[in-house]
C-alpha cells in the first residue's frame, strides 16, 4: 500500500520566531518578489542572502541546510523551489527558470561510457 502524504497547511506553516523580525522579513520578500518579477535573481543564494536570519525559518529548514540547497541549486528539492516560490508570492515557473538555468551552469555532464558497450568492438 502506498504511502499517504498528508501536506496540510498546518504541517507546511511556519512557527513564531522571536528571532525573526517581522518587518524585516516582510521587506526581504517583498524585495524578492520584485527582483523575480523584474528577472533581477540571477542565483538562488541570493534568496538565502536576501534576510538570513529569517529565511530558514520561512522556509521550513535550518540555517545550513538553506546555505547548502541554496549555493548549489542541483540539491533543490521540488518542495523548497515551492516554498519559494510560495512565501515571495512568485509564480513556480520563475523560480524553477532561476534554479535551472544556475543549476545547468553548475553541472557537469554524467559520463556513463564505462557502463556501454565500446562502440569500435564486436561482442563476442
Do not use: C, Q, W
Not at 81 to 110: C, F, G, P
Request: proline share 3%.
Amino acid at each position: 500500500m502506498a504511502k499517504k502524504t498528508d501536506k496540510s497547511e498546518e504541517k507546511n506553516s511556519a512557527k513564531f520566531e522571536k528571532r525573526v523580525n517581522p518587518h524585516t522579513m516582510r521587506e526581504a520578500l517583498r524585495n524578492l518578489k520584485s527582483r523575480f518579477a523584474t528577472g533581477d535573481v540571477r542565483s538562488m543564494k541570493e534568496v538565502s542572502s536576501e534576510y538570513a536570519t529569517g529565511m530558514p525559518f520561512a522556509l521550513g529548514m535550518s540555517y545550513e541546510t538553506m546555505i547548502t540547497r541554496y549555493n548549489d541549486p542541483r540539491k533543490l528539492t521540488l518542495e523548497d523551489i515551492l516554498n519559494t516560490a510560495d512565501i515571495t508570492s512568485t509564480d513556480y515557473e520563475t523560480v524553477v527558470k532561476v534554479a535551472i538555468r544556475e543549476a545547468i551552469h553548475n553541472h557537469t555532464k554524467r559520463d556513463i561510457s564505462k557502463l556501454l558497450p565500446n562502440e569500435g568492438k564486436t561482442a563476442k
